[in-house]
């Protein structure tokens, strides 16, 4: 597989789980109506469900890595495909409160099979979504850089509303979500090679530290283009910004729902392996809590 294919990979997946989550919400929240009294707990079972199903379902119409989204979503206009992703992703923020992009961007490593490097190696592949983390790392930090000292207050009308932010922290969130994004599928994809034995726990718990470092190094690649000052401030932001990403990604890879979705999507996958459909009905039940 190819970087290039590993994106579509990733991105369709993405993308079908998105979908799939804002086409089931609703109905999941009308089959847990009778089973909870408390408003709470009834959106909470609502979300799982519906966020299992969307995992499983896209897992099955999309036969990982293979197909696209467009495939996945027929019958649906590009214009309609890119609502239903929208929606999606607001329904799956309000339900977990996360960045929707890291959820299942953790789903889509599962998915999709990463050749794994041997021994202590690497592949082109890795190397190259570590360019891109990169990339994305060195932007986050010039922006950052930029508007460093500067802050909104009031939004855009010049209303002061008592709240001060940097001006930075707008400008930097998108390149933020897309980092963690990012580095949330390849821990993902790791995660999934130990299961299928394709590496070892301890070969993958060094290859996740290799990258977490490569991604995060104190100087960027240019380092020699930029200002001493630069480099300082480089330095300093890194190691928080290291701190902020690695705790979202695995506040995320490491929940107790994201473990027990990844177990069933497991068995999905094996069963579609086997070319055996799994049952439909098991994929609405709610998770234990």
């Given at each position: ?129 570590v360019d891109t983390c990169r ?108 701190i902020e990403s690695m705790k ?42």
């Open positions: 597989m190819s970087f290039e294919s590993m994106e579509v990979a990733r991105r369709d997946a993405a993308d079908g789980i998105l979908a799939k989550f804002g086409e089931a919400i609703e109905r999941a929240e009308q089959g847990v109506a009778n089973k909870a009294t408390d408003p709470g707990m009834k959106k909470l079972m609502a979300a799982r469900m519906a966020l299992e199903y969307a995992v499983l379902a896209t897992a099955r119409e999309k036969n990982m890595p293979t197909e696209i989204v467009a495939n996945a979503l027929k019958g649906a206009t590009v214009i309609q495909q890119a609502a239903m992703i929208k929606d999606g992703a607001a329904a799956l923020g309000r339900a977990y409160r996360v960045e929707p992009e890291i959820l299942v961007n953790v789903f889509a490593g599962r998915m999709a099979d990463i050749e794994m490097p041997k021994g202590l190696g690497s592949t082109p592949e890795i190397d190259k979504m990339g994305l790392m060195t932007a986050i930090v010039k922006d950052e850089y930029a508007n460093r000292g500067r802050f909104d207050g009031g939004g855009s009308s010049g209303r002061m509303d008592g709240f001060i932010s940097l001006k930075s922290e707008g400008i930097v969130a998108p390149a933020k979500t897309e980092l963690a994004a990012r580095l949330s599928f390849m821990e993902s994809s790791i995660d999934a090679a130990v299961g299928k034995g394709a590496i070892s726990q301890v070969n993958a718990e060094m290859l996740k530290e290799r990258i977490e470092s490569q991604v995060f190094q104190p100087r960027p690649p240019q380092s020699l283009q930029f200002s001493k000052e630069f480099n300082a401030f480089f330095e300093q932001r890194g190691k928080g910004i290291r979202e990604v695995r506040g995320i890879t490491q929940s107790l729902t994201v473990q027990q979705i990844s177990e069933k999507l497991n068995s999905v996958m094996a069963a579609s392996g086997r070319h055996e459909r799994p049952d439909v009905q098991r994929t609405h039940k709610p998770l234990e809590r």
